[in-house]
């Protein structure tokens, strides 16, 4: 585990009237058969374009598949009628994407942390579909865990900042925990201290982008954000 420059990480989490979390990777580990559920979507385009595709992906992490989805066809393929593809594809890949989350569990410390925290103060911030995104909390009974449960189409910084603004707390007094690029950009807009997890990260840049930066702490699993934030002991 290693630390950049977050001071009183547990002061922060402990007086933080807004704590927020990304899904995919930090409450259920479910960044694999996303990237399986894009190369359904785009099943049968060439190749090379599909493995750049996989790059950017696995390298913005957090971000909306829509928007990634308009990169593909927009800057990748550089084709027309550029909605049009983005909808059949983001069906495609909800479709897929639906029946993986029926067989993946959540990320019990992710829970536990979630229970300790108190749902009033809990936000997930996802670039998931927000309809598929709710569906899957209530099939799992996890709704009530959190204060708000908010997806794409939407963007998370759009969502961050408004939860802000409702609570009327100062990027600064707020958490935010993530693992993908795209998290990380949206807590450095809003000076949000960043918690990044990398125990299911896709993330390859993420040490060379978060070296240095200023209110980052780097953990490699859930037991050692818990452990960082005293809660170790309240497990039991």
Known sequence: MAASSLRSVERIYREAPCV???????????NGFKLDALRHALAGFP?????????????????????????????????????????????????????????????PEALLFARLTGAERCFVVSGTDQEE???????????????????SPTSKLAHVTRILEEHRCPGERALFIGDGGGDFAVARRLRVPFVYIEQYSEWKSAHGKLSGAPDVLVCETWDDILSQLGLRLEQS
């Open 20 to 30: 927020f979390l990304d899904c995919d990777g930090v409450i259920f580990d479910s």
């Open 47 to 107: 190749a090379p374009a599909l493995r750049d595709m996989e790059a950017y992906w696995t390298e913005n992490g957090g971000v909306s598949r829509y928007e990634k989805l308009g990169y593909f066809f927009a800057e990748i393929l550089q084709t027309s009628e550029i909605a049009e593809h983005v909808a059949a594809a983001a069906r495609r890949f909800t479709e897929f994407s639906r029946r993986a989350y029926s067989g993946c569990s959540p990320v």
């Open 133 to 151: 995104l709710r569906d899957v909390f209530a099939a799992k009974q996890l709704s009530q865990a959190f204060a708000q449960i908010c997806g």
